[in-house]
């Protein structure tokens, strides 16, 4: 059974399915279970299987949850900017705005597990098709963060999986994750321009 028809449950459900991401990022993928994200959002094992039609129903809300934070943490940043003043460090904003807060073992951790989202089919399939809503934020931010250089026509799909690729080579490494992917982002702008 599916439920959630109402307001109450609606946040009910979007509570389960942000406990499950949670959990996933911070577990992987292999310790999504009704009962470990029902201990995570503090519900009783019955809610996971009322508003979840099965573990893989749960699964994909979770994926598109992971998106959702991506592009709110993405959207916070691009709202932090001051639209009147020239971006002195595009590249800065672009990592700040793409990589998950903390330091370089967060960041870390955070590629781990997103890495292991393709070992389960429903996430992937879910993190896959909500792509689109954290696209829309990237579209804005590149847009935003570029308009006072030549690289204003990068794609943010290029952006993100340079930064992607430096993240795994700085940790491969054995690298400043984040002052590498910063490099690495900057000299993608520079050859843009």
Known sequence: MTGGGTAKG??????????????VLEQGP?????????????????ATTYYFRDLDDLAAQAGGALVDGWAAHAREVLEGLDGAAPIEDPAEVLVRALLPPGDDTAVRAHHEQVLALGRNPRLAAAVGASRVRLDVVLRELT???????????LSPALVLAVLDGAVVAAVSEGRPVRGHAHDLVAEL???AS
């Open 10 to 23: 609606a946040r009910r459900r979007e509570l389960i399915a942000a406990a499950a991401a949670a959990l």
């Open 30 to 46: 292999g310790s999504l279970s009704h009962r470990a994200v029902a201990a995570r959002a503090g519900v009783p094992l019955a």
């Open 143 to 153: 847009s935003v963060a570029l308009a006072g250089t030549g690289a204003h026509g």
């Open 189 to 191: 702008i520079a050859v």
